[in-house]
């Protein structure tokens, strides 16, 4: 089923209503072009009263009502939350804070990661999901548990830290000089001593080793709890595929890449609240080619909002068609919605759904899911298809948090993500697809590697890069690159650190300030950066206006084996971006529709043979088409080719 017929449908919480609401969501259901409902996210209390205890009785039905109606299950194990009774029965299930207070039940994912308890009862809980309803012909993806996040700092937790530490570093000699600890008096004498960080003021936020180290022993902790079901789900259906739906950023979601089989990702753009619409759906955009690229496969958006809360501005029509088909254009195989009906109470109750708490299938909102539905019908043939992009930008989120602990450094509000996105952006202008990969992945398919703010190498990336740019590559990076190892530790012999070869250069101070730049004949105003640096073999191809560093090179090329590696000492407004990345796309024959960029807002993406292009303006576009015809596209419109 997958990769066939897209997915179109979403959560749904029927235990919440009677066996009539069941009946009339089907028939709703087909009257919305949905042919799939995600079951059980949260319902451990209600499959499991009590420990031991089961009441299968309502999901039995739930699973007859879809095979009926030819629909597909996605079924959730329900380990987002925990039942009360287990939290009162097993406090160990309970997550602590940092601040090392054990949290109280209450809303979700407020369990521990490591719990011996926790995960024997998940386990056991999808063995049995698994054997009643692993052969049921409705279902077609198990979805493992929900939106992985943030860490647990009980004794166990950091037990299991302490000997990943070990684990990792051997020796405490080795330890203590990874991680520096001469400095300020932190050495270890015992494993035993080894805690998780706390943020300032409250305990240890000082050291840059144990932040990001924590950060990854807590990605590892996810993948393995996620393995935990995995592996019983895995042994009793072989054939049902396995994804875990991705929010947050603070797990580095590379490590679970390989674990699961789909990627899935949660997509909450609040389009047309204000004027913004431009730059969040280039946000979004970004997440789709992150998560595309996870796998170089296609993935699930598994979930969106079909509609809008009370309260909030409510999105006009036709936009939901846009933000949907943005996700298709890039990869996604599904449009699944959070929820399929509003919740009768609570803290989601008004959260915006197909089906309002009016119950009526003739809403906007639910004629527009209906169309979405029409529309995946008729775009069956690039279901599966996938998306293989000429460049690829380095978004790395251990990168990030190495950036993020490095408090001297002033980064303030300069966000990693900013600068990250400010290269993107030149491509998305022209609707060049991107992958946005993380910097371990395999550079090989690319014509273009882009790798802004580079601060931390990980093992073998800097050689990978001199190995990418030696065949002919183009690469191209920013000051404030290069800076530390994996450890967060200053590389000796000062930044770019271990690419100064590739790049011909080297840098001897950052000024944190804007700037004035020569390049092309006109000046260019640069902002936030302006990183002195010193040409040592790179050609030099703007130089700066301003300052007692007038005159020193701003940014520089070094011709390397076959490939060319650039340097971009300053951050630059949107209109310098383009016309430089105008320029690479030329140079390295990247495959485009479009070498210009396209007007303000307006962005396109081929598929599977199908152009897509999405006006998020606010106001009509004219756009000139691959066919040489020119068509006006209204604000919040897309256009299928
Ligand atoms: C998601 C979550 C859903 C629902 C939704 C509301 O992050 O997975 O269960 O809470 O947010 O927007």
Known sequence: MLGKQFLHGGDYNPEQWDETIWIEDMRLAKLANVN???????????????????????????????????????????????????????????RVEHNRVRQEHKVRVNYCLSSPIYRQKCREMSRLLAERYGKN??????????????????????????????????????????????FWSHRYSDWSEIRSPQPWPAGEWSMMSLGVAWKRFNSELTVDFFNNEAKVLREVTPNIPLTSNIHTWDVNWRVLTDAVDIVSYDSYPR??????DYERSLHASFKYDYMRALKRQPFILMENNPSSPPGTKLRRPGYHITKTMQAVSAGSDSVLYFQWRNGKTSNEMFHGAVVNHDGRGDTRAFKEVAKVGSMLQDLESICGTNIDPDVAVIYDEENHWGIEFSTMARWDGRSYMNQVHSHYRAFWNRGIAVDVIPSVKDFSHYKVLVAPVLYMFLPGVAERIEEFVKNGGTFVTTFWSGYVDEDNHAISGGAPGYMSKVLGIRSEELDACANEIDFKGHTWKTEHFADVIHAEGAEVISTFKKEYYKGSPAI?????????????????????????????????????????PLPKGVTCRERGGKLFVMN?????????????????????????L
């Open 36 to 94: 799939t409902m995600t079951i059980g996210i949260f319902s451990w209390s209600m499959l499991e009263l009590t420990e031991g205890e089961y009441n299968w009785g309502w999901m039995d039905r739930i699973f007859e009502l879809l095979n009926e109606n030819g629909m597909n299950a996605i079924l959730a194990t329900p380990s987002a939350a925990q039942p009360r009774w287990m939290s009162e029965k097993y406090p160990e299930v309970l």
């Open 137 to 182: 012909p409705a279902l077609v993806l198990w979805h493992v548990s929900n939106e992985y996040h943030e860490d647990c700092h009980c004794d166990l937790c950091q037990q299991a830290f302490r000997e990943w530490v070990q684990e990792r570093y051997k020796t405490l000699d080795n330890l203590n000089e990874r991680w520096g600890t001469a």
């Open 271 to 276: 389009f047309q609240v204000d004027d913004g």
């Open 556 to 596: 520089t090329c070094n011709s390397f084996g076959d490939g060319k590696a650039y340097y971009m000492s300053s951050s630059h407004c949107e209109e310098f971006m383009n016309v430089f990345y105008g320029d690479i796309i030329k140079e390295a024959g990247v495959d485009t529709l479009y070498s210009e």
């Open 616 to 640: 998020f303006a606010p106001e009509e576009r004219i756009v000139k088409l691959p066919n040489g015809e020119t068509t006006t596209i209204d604000a919040g419109q897309t256009l299928i």
